[in-house]
């Protein structure tokens, strides 16, 4: 380092220690196999963080696989991981990370400066648009350590990059990847998590092994199996007869059959998970759903209570707004009461006396009790839908691509703060965002810049109670995924980590044979 930056980092404040724990573990991995059943297909696309969607479930892959310079960590919401130390400049535009010695890939390769730098600059998925509009330049200091420049001071940059709300902090190896290029790579992912990629059979199954020298310590489990297993009763029956040991989020009956077999533990996680309906035609004037009634009519129409109790067992919460509870400057609001008889009063006064034929109703996978039970409220009082369901995958990139019109279900369960939840669904640039309001954007911009939180937090929640106002969507309860545990589960390590919906895939224990 010259003595120029030496001076720099001299003015740094130094915000956040080391974790104290060993540079890397010395520990033998540990025994047995286990086997975690999800809830949607394994799509190759979550082997590279490059594409990460603002959803949790791709970071349950990406978390085993790879790591990150900072991520949530157990008892963290944004902990040291790659990174030994960071350091933030006084005037909040200057942020400096040193990567942990002796760090190295799966493939034995060092895990450096250049690499952090490379998986930044080739990073395109959630949050992109903000880290492009934001940060100014990324430097390599030296073979350890990364200067980050900013436009502007961004009190959210490390929440940006140093939780799932994106996955532009997880670190790949550069030169594998450009030997393979990126299909060579999602065909046989190399990173520095904890565990290794063995296999991947393509629509069955992912085949992972622990990783000896990672860097926290070796895990306890030495081989993961991640089967995909969509429908929730054979996810249940596997459970049972011992085929799997943890069954991932399941729902109603299934949920219902777990919680009573005394050798099985039902799980709920605390993950920072929201579930919506979207308008996605509210911002063209040719569609019923420009009529702000008509999107009134939808939230009066939602039986919240009944939809939390028929499929999540009475764990979700209803709520008011698309920013879950947990989740720092989060506004406090209940939802619209249930009300028939005044959805269908609206209906009418907006021309629908009839009830209104709004077409398909997609839900995202594999939430199928949950948008049926809201499918059913809405039918019961005119706006008839039919459910056309759609593989995860494709959910996601018809989303992002904004081809899904009318009405659709929606779940997001990304960490972050309410401005990351902001940023992808309610500003008008977000990649998820249908359209949106000049009022609202710059509201948005002023809360980037401002550092003082007790102002952030007024400006967050003014655009919260916006939402709100102008009926953008249609909340219906936060998420709280319901997890199987199977008897052979000494730890399950679900909730460990705070707002992550997977266990802390390293810390898991299975019981002694």
């Given at each position: 380092?010259?003595?120029?930056?030496?001076?720099?980092?001299?003015?740094?404040?130094?915000?956040?220690?080391?974790?104290?724990?060993?540079?890397?573990?010395?520990?033998?991995?540990?025994?047995?196999?286990?086997?975690?059943?999800?809830?949607?297909?394994?799509?190759?696309?979550?082997?590279?963080?490059?594409?990460?969607?603002?959803?949790?479930?791709?970071?349950?892959?990406?978390?085993?696989?790879?790591?990150?310079?900072?991520?949530?960590?157990?008892?963290?919401?944004?902990?040291?991981?790659?990174?030994?130390?960071?350091?933030?400049?006084?005037?909040?535009?200057?942020?400096?990370?040193?990567?942990?010695?002796?760090?190295?890939?799966?493939?034995?390769?060092?895990?450096?400066?250049?690499?952090?730098?490379?998986?930044?600059?080739?990073?395109?998925?959630?949050?992109?648009?903000?880290?492009?509009?934001?940060?100014?330049?990324?430097?390599?200091?030296?073979?350890?350590?990364?200067?980050?420049?900013?436009?502007?001071?961004?009190?959210?940059?490390?929440?940006?990059?140093?939780?799932?709300?994106?996955?532009?902090?997880?670190?790949?190896?550069?030169?594998?990847?450009?030997q393979v290029g990126d299909d060579g790579f999602k065909k046989h992912p190399i990173g520095a998590g904890?565990?290794?990629?063995?296999?991947?059979?393509?629509?069955?199954?992912?085949?992972?092994?622990?990783?000896?020298?990672?860097?926290?310590?070796?895990?306890?489990?030495?081989?993961?199996?991640?089967?995909?297993?969509?429908?929730?009763?054979?996810?249940?029956?596997?459970?049972?007869?011992?085929?799997?040991?943890?069954?991932?989020?399941?729902?109603?009956?299934?949920?219902?059959?777990?919680?009573?077999?005394?050798?099985?533990?039902?799980?709920?996680?605390?993950?920072?998970?929201?579930?919506?309906?979207?308008?996605?035609?509210?911002?063209?004037?040719?569609?019923?759903?420009?009529?702000?009634?008509?999107?009134?009519?939808?939230?009066?129409?939602?039986?919240?209570?009944?939809?939390?109790?028929?499929?999540?067992?009475?764990?979700?919460?209803?709520?008011?707004?698309?920013?879950?509870?947990?989740?720092?400057?989060?506004?406090?609001?209940?939802?619209?009461?249930?009300?028939?008889?005044?959805?269908?009063?609206?209906?009418?006064?907006?021309?629908?006396?009839?009830?209104?034929?709004?077409?398909?109703?997609?839900?995202?996978?594999?939430?199928?009790?949950?948008?049926?039970?809201?499918?059913?409220?809405?039918?019961?009082?005119?706006?008839?839908?039919?459910?056309?369901?759609?593989?995860?995958?494709?959910?996601?990139?018809?989303?992002?691509?904004?081809?899904?019109?009318?009405?659709?279900?929606?779940?997001?369960?990304?960490?972050?703060?309410?401005?990351?939840?902001?940023?992808?669904?309610?500003?008008?640039?977000?990649?998820?965002?249908?359209?949106?309001?000049?009022?609202?954007?710059?509201?948005?911009?002023?809360?980037?810049?401002?550092?003082?939180?007790?102002?952030?937090?007024?400006?967050?929640?003014?655009?919260?109670?916006?939402?709100?106002?102008?009926?953008?969507?249609?909340?219906?309860?936060?998420?709280?995924?319901?997890?199987?545990?199977?008897?052979?589960?000494?730890?399950?390590?679900?909730?460990?980590?705070?707002?992550?919906?997977?266990?802390?895939?390293?810390?898991?224990?299975?019981?002694?044979?």
């Amino acid at each position: 380092m010259s003595t120029l930056s030496r001076r720099i980092v001299g003015l740094f404040v130094v915000v956040l220690a080391t974790l104290g724990l060993p540079l890397i573990a010395s520990s033998q991995p540990g025994q047995g196999e286990a086997v975690v059943a999800w809830h949607v297909t394994l799509a190759p696309s979550w082997f590279d963080p490059s594409t990460a969607p603002p959803q949790i479930t791709a970071f349950g892959m990406l978390y085993a696989i790879h790591d990150a310079f900072l991520r949530p960590l157990p008892g963290q919401k944004i902990g040291n991981s790659l990174a030994e130390a960071w350091t933030e400049s006084p005037d909040g535009r200057v942020y400096e990370f040193r990567l942990r010695r002796g760090l190295k890939f799966h493939n034995g390769d060092p895990v450096t400066a250049e690499d952090v730098k490379f998986s930044f600059d080739r990073y395109r998925g959630a949050g992109a648009r903000a880290f492009q509009e934001r940060v100014q330049k990324l430097e390599v200091v030296d073979f350890l350590t990364v200067r980050f420049q900013l436009t502007e001071p961004w009190p959210d940059f490390l929440t940006f990059y140093g939780t799932s709300a994106t996955a532009a902090g997880i670190v790949v190896p550069k030169k594998y990847l450009m030997q393979v290029g990126d299909d060579g790579f999602k065909k046989h992912p190399i990173g520095a998590g904890p565990y290794k990629f063995v296999s991947h059979t393509p629509g069955v199954e992912v085949v992972l092994e622990a990783n000896p020298a990672y860097w926290r310590h070796a895990p306890y489990v030495k081989r993961l199996t991640m089967k995909s297993v969509p429908e929730g009763t054979t996810r249940v029956a596997m459970l049972k007869n011992g085929e799997i040991d943890i069954a991932v989020a399941l729902e109603a009956e299934d949920a219902e059959s777990a919680r009573k077999d005394p050798r099985l533990q039902l799980v709920a996680t605390r993950h920072a998970s929201i579930a919506w309906i979207e308008f996605a035609d509210q911002w063209d004037p040719k569609s019923p759903w420009h009529d702000r009634r008509l999107r009134l009519a939808v939230n009066y129409a939602l039986d919240r209570k009944a939809i939390n109790e028929s499929a999540c067992l009475g764990y979700c919460p209803p709520t008011g707004v698309i920013v879950p509870r947990v989740m720092d400057f989060a506004l406090a609001a209940e939802p619209l009461p249930y009300d028939p008889h005044m959805a269908k009063r609206l209906l009418a006064e907006a021309g629908y006396a009839n009830g209104l034929d709004a077409g398909d109703f997609v839900p995202i996978p594999p939430f199928v009790q949950l948008s049926e039970s809201a499918v059913n409220s809405l039918n019961a009082v005119g706006i008839r839908l039919r459910m056309r369901s759609i593989e995860r995958a494709a959910f996601n990139t018809a989303w992002r691509e904004k081809k899904l019109r009318g009405l659709f279900m929606a779940v997001s369960g990304n960490s972050g703060n309410a401005a990351s939840r902001v940023a992808e669904f309610i500003y008008s640039r977000g990649s998820y965002a249908y359209g949106g309001y000049p009022d609202i954007d710059e509201l948005f911009h002023q809360q980037a810049r401002e550092r003082d939180p007790r102002k952030r937090e007024a400006l967050l929640h003014r655009i919260q109670q916006l939402t709100i106002d102008r009926m953008m969507f249609a909340p219906i309860m936060d998420l709280r995924a319901l997890m199987g545990v199977g008897p052979r589960v000494a730890d399950h390590a679900i909730n460990s980590v705070p707002m992550v919906l997977f266990p802390s895939w390293e810390d898991m224990r299975l019981k002694s044979p």
